[in-house]
């Protein structure tokens, strides 16, 4: 298996930025690509953004310009970060790593956006 530990969020105010970090270890033979997505009370999980193993990424439309995504293979790492941040931005962030015919998931991490 593979096991995601995430890292990095917490409370900020509007404008401000945050950097989350995501750690893979174990079985990390065939990664396709790693991405992070969010889910906010009473919505469903969405994607954010992700990045493949050749190194393109792919943005929600609503983060396009204030968040990058970002990996180091050497320490099998993904990052987000995060700038300008808004309340609309608070949500539980998840780290997820897709391998072939199977997807992996860190426990999420809090991020809380203040007006």
Not at 13 to 21: D, E, K, N, T, Y
């Amino acid at each position: 298996q593979v096991q995601l530990v995430e890292s990095g969020g917490g409370l900020v105010q509007a404008g401000g930025s945050l950097r989350l970090s995501c750690a893979a270890s174990g079985s990390i033979f065939r990664i396709v690509a790693m991405a992070w997505y969010r889910q906010a009370p009473g919505n469903q999980r969405q994607l954010v953004a992700a990045i493949t193993s050749g190194g393109s990424t792919a943005y929600a439309e609503s983060v396009k310009g204030r968040f990058t995504i970002s990996r180091d293979n050497a320490k099998n790492t993904v990052y987000l970060q995060m700038n300008s941040l808004k309340p609309e931005d608070t949500a539980v962030y998840y780290c997820n790593v897709q391998r072939t015919g199977v997807d992996y998931w860190g426990r999420g991490t809090q991020v809380t956006v203040s007006s």
